[in-house]
């Protein structure tokens, strides 16, 4: 299975730090957020990977090369100055992703979800997501959870944890080269009840907000936790 890191945003709610540099290339323990992922898709068997690009594409794709120093092979969609958003980005890169189901993982997580458990879709499942408990600062989480289907009913709510695994053919018919959210196509895969949800209460921070680094215990001017260093521009 193929895997999509999203890396095209331009991360202006983490000003200053990403004036000079994108938002993945920010540093976690000494390591930028998006090595922690190519490095975890890595070790999970994950060899292909197509990584979208826009926001200072260009120190990304000089960080990361071609992938060969963590064992994978990357390939890059680049959006040009506009990020096309995440559906928008999942439709552009879609000839480097092939027909077959894959996954999509966002740059800015620090996680330690298994990623080789997210490779199969049951028959009836259009996409799987991963749900997550209410960060602090998003307590009304996304959708519900029953019987592994993610919902929009009542009931109590899980965060989109920003992973999924979704057939290639819900982004083909999608216009391409236009900016388009999936939230509103999460909901409505929910709604039509083909949107399989998986919980996951391990270790899964949200490194796109100040407010998602003080939840998690170190503040961006604050000291170090369990290991983890303020981040900090890539050198």
Request: with cysteine.
């Amino acid at each position: 299975m193929k895997a999509l890191v999203l890396a095209a945003g331009r991360g202006t709610r983490l000003r200053p730090w990403t004036d000079q540099i994108p938002k993945p290339l920010l540093k976690v323990g000494g390591q930028s957020l998006i090595v922690h992922q190519i490095q975890a898709l890595a070790a999970a068997g994950f060899q292909d990977l197509v990584v979208n690009l826009s926001y200072r594409g260009d120190q990304i794709r000089s960080v990361l090369g071609d992938g060969r120093n963590w064992g994978v092979r990357i390939r890059y969609s680049d959006e040009g100055p506009e990020p096309l958003e995440t559906a928008g980005g999942i439709r552009r890169a879609l000839p480097w992703l092939g027909p077959a189901p894959f996954l999509v993982v966002n740059a800015d997580l620090m996680t330690d979800f298994p990623y080789a458990t997210l490779s199969n879709l049951e028959p009836d499942e259009a996409a799987q997501i991963v749900l997550v408990p209410n960060p602090g600062h998003h307590p009304e989480g996304d959708f519900t959870l029953t019987r592994g289907r993610a919902g929009t009913g009542d009931g109590p709510r899980l965060t989109f944890a920003g992973i999924g695994c979704y057939r290639a053919a819900l982004f083909e018919s999608m216009a391409a080269d236009r900016p388009l959210p999936l939230a509103p196509w999460l909901r409505h895969w929910a709604l039509e009840g083909v949107l399989g949800g998986r919980f996951y209460d391990g270790l899964w921070r949200d490194m796109g907000t100040p407010e998602a680094w003080r939840d998690a215990g170190f503040p961006l001017s604050g000291t170090s936790m369990a290991g983890w260093s303020d981040p900090s521009p890539s050198e």
